[in-house]
């Protein structure tokens, strides 16, 4: 089928690339020149693993293509995909004006019938609002239908994801629409389930939802766990034997950060308060992340009592693994505090560094190893568990000033540090010293 994407970050990007290997003609569109520029030398603007492979074979198949031009890009299309940012206003509610904007550019560049795919996560009611903003701007002689497709992709396995998510949802209104967007998706061979729109857009933070409180909950845990002497990976393991519970999402560590859950979870709570519902649980979820990525300077202060002078190195810096994304990483507020409390930081990610310098304080030491890192550092967080952080040698710690490791992301199991002369504390487990 005939296909536009608008917006190449993580989500159109790997939208289009996906929907090209399955056999589309896609055009992307993007408004940022400098990422147009990059996509059509072949190289991508974001980090994702398999992605410039995946996107160079299927431009050289000739199914895939990039533009910053509109009308080029709607040429000829049946199906056009919003996936444009929907950031955090600064009440916690979702920023729509990227959407709104699209629909706008939608409706008066289109020139035939069309059925236009909300991937943008947005609130409940926002693809009506598209759907009206398209109606009051297209030419009368089209008509173009609104259809939610909510994106459940995780960075750092976009790809994989694709093509083995657990479900696709297609909210429409049309028997006929949902089947199109049905046919699309088929060869991805998921399971496909067609809801009505207002619960797509529900299911999307509903889903993000609960996955940040299942993290806040096992953070809770630990917490404890470190109080009364029990072990948070032990407690999990169990409790994830229970089928109800399931093993998922109950690792212990700094609390959530990226794209989606922080901005997700407080647009739920705006979405519930404007229809005069007090979600206290996610309230509670969202308070207990902010407390949770403050853990690792607790530690810290309760170590040296004043962190002045110390020199403290920062090991990964995404918000997860596998990814250059930087958005609400915990590695934000934690090495803010560090510089705030006079300590000297040197910070260390294998793919994020560049995207980090932009946002972190410039009096940040940025190295290109762990051992410029640690050397001579007074104590190591681990703020992301990245392979080769978590496979580091640990001979590597006698080059510290004093060989105190704190691991934010329990990733390193505890029989592997026992054999060193490392003081280790990590979230909810014993310490090792
Ligand atoms: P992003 O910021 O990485 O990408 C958005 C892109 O859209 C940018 O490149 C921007 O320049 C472009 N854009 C904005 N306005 C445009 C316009 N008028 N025309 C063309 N391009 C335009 O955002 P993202 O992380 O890909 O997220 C997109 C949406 O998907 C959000 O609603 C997000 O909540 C949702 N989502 C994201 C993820 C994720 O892991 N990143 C997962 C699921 C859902």
């Not at 147009?36 to 398999?50: A, R």
């Not at 990245?386 to 004093?402: R, S, V």
Request: hydrophobic share 40%; charged share 25%.
């Amino acid at each position: 089928m005939e296909l536009a994407v608008v917006g190449a970050g993580y989500v159109g990007l790997v939208t289009s690339v996906c929907l090209s290997e399955i056999g589309h003609h896609v055009t992307c569109i993007e408004l940022d020149k400098s990422k147009v520029d990059k996509l059509k030398k072949g190289i991508s603007p974001i980090y994702e693993p398999g992605l410039t492979e995946l996107m160079m074979k299927n431009v050289n198949l000739g199914r895939l293509s990039f533009t910053t031009n509109y009308l080029e890009g709607f040429k000829n299309k049946d199906v056009i995909y919003i996936a444009v940012g929907t950031p955090e206003n600064e009440d916690g509610s979702a920023n729509l004006s990227y959407v709104d904007d699209v629909a706008k550019i939608i409706a008066k560049n289109v020139k035939r019938d069309a059925i236009v795919v909300t991937k943008s996560t947005v609130p409940v009611g926002t693809n009506n609002r598209i759907q009206t903003i398209i109606n009051n701007h297209k030419p009368s002689y089209i008509s173009i239908e609104v259809v939610s497709n909510p994106e459940f992709l995780r960075e750092g396995s976009a790809i994989y994801d694709s093509f083995h998510g657990d479900r696709i949802v297609i909210g429409a209104n049309s028997e006929k629409a949902a089947k199109l967007i049905e046919e699309i998706n088929k060869p991805f061979n998921i399971p496909i389930y067609i809801t009505g729109i207002r619960s797509a857009e529900m299911i999307k933070y509903a889903s993000n939802a609960f996955l940040a409180t299942k993290i806040s909950f096992i953070n809770e845990i630990a917490n404890i766990c470190e109080r009364v002497d029990a072990d948070v990976e032990q407690v999990a393991y169990g409790m994830g034997l229970d089928h109800r519970i399931g093993s998922h999402f109950l690792n212990a560590g700094i609390g959530y950060g990226g794209s989606c859950f922080p901005k997700d979870t407080k647009a739920l709570i705006q979405i519930a308060g404007n229809v005069a519902y007090d979600f206290e649980l996610l309230q509670g979820v969202v308070n207990v992340n902010k407390k949770q990525q403050r853990i690792l300077l607790d530690k810290l202060y309760d170590r040296f009592g004043n962190l002045k002078g110390k020199k403290i190195a920062l090991l990964g810096l995404a918000f997860k693994p596998n990814t250059d994304d930087m958005r609400e990483a915990p590695s934000i507020s934690i090495s803010s505090e560090l510089v705030k409390a006079g300590a000297i930081v040197y910070a260390y990610d294998p793919i994020a560094i560049d995207n980090a310098k932009q946002i972190l304080d410039s009096s940040i030491h940025f190295v290109y190893n762990i051992e410029q890192a640690i050397g001579g550092a007074d104590a190591a967080l681990i703020l992301t568990e990245w392979d080769e952080i978590k496979n580091m040698d640990f001979n590597l710690i006698n080059t510290m000033k004093y060989p105190l490791l704190i691991d934010g992301r329990n990733c390193i199991k505890l029989k592997d540090i026992k054999p060193y002369q490392i003081e280790y504390h990590s979230i909810g487990r014993s310490s090792v010293k």
